[in-house]
């Protein structure tokens, strides 16, 4: 079975902090995709990384990918209330028959104070 | 429609009812997955459907626990004999096809609360 342990579970900063959530496994995955869920709704993708050692920037949002595809993080910058949700990650295998199945982390609660 | 459809929203039942949760992917999605999540919790893999056929049922839980899909389109997830371990948001997710890097489309989920 194929687990992803995020950490850490609960994250309250200040606005304008900076901040990084990981995300480790010790299987491999062919990609890794981070979510991002907000009270009520379902899970929006915000970025699938798929390269052993890509860095991905989506404005004040860096994700990597370890070079081993066992590991990824997410490192915000100068973060806002708006950020404020459930982040996940998820790592996909290919093949088989269950292609496109993901297997998702725990999650990391961020609350953002204004 | 314009994104991925569940109902009902929210679902009380009494401990041993059977319940049934429906999901509406979106409009030529042939990739279908069910996904359980408790309380501020990572997702639990349930199921999946490729068109009408499930080539992956290891997420279900108990054989308490069964869905189908028809016409490639809206799927049906039945609880029976509800237990209260079966209290979770119950969420679909479609994708254009099965891709390893594919991105899933997620509905609003169905709150399940069994008494």
């Known amino acids: 079975t194929q687990l992803l342990e995020q950490s850490p579970q609960f994250l309250s900063i200040q606005e304008g902090e900076n901040l990084t959530v990981y995300c480790n496994s010790s299987?491999?995955?062919?990609?890794l995709q981070w979510y991002r869920q907000e009270p009520g709704e379902g899970p929006v993708l915000l970025v699938t990384v798929v390269t052993g050692g890509e860095v991905k920037k989506l404005k004040r949002l860096t994700f990597q990918f370890g070079d081993a595809r066992k590991d990824s993080s997410l490192h915000i910058t100068a973060a806002q209330p708006g950020d404020t949700g459930l982040y996940l990650c998820a790592g996909a295998n290919a093949g088989g028959t269950s292609y496109g199945k993901l297997t998702f982390g725990q999650g990391t609660i961020l609350t953002v104070h204004p | 429609g314009a994104g991925v459809s569940q109902s009902p929203s929210n679902k009380v039942t009494e401990k041993g009812k059977d319940v049934e949760l429906r999901c509406d992917p979106i409009?030529?999605?042939?990739?279908l997955y069910w996904y359980r999540q408790s309380l501020g919790q990572g997702l639990e893999f349930l199921i999946y459907f490729q068109g009408n056929s499930a080539p992956d049922k290891s997420g279900l839980p108990s054989d308490r626990f069964s869905a189908e899909r028809t016409g490639g389109s809206v799927s049906t997830l039945t609880i029976q004999r509800t237990q209260q371990e079966d209290s979770a948001v119950y969420l679909c997710?479609?994708?254009?096809?099965?891709?390893?890097?594919?991105?899933?489309?997620f509905g609003e989920g169905s709150r399940l609360t069994v008494l």
């Open positions: 299987s491999v995955f062919s990609s």
């Open positions: 997710a479609s994708s254009p096809e099965p891709r390893a890097t594919g991105e899933l489309f």
């Open positions: 409009s030529g999605h042939t990739a």
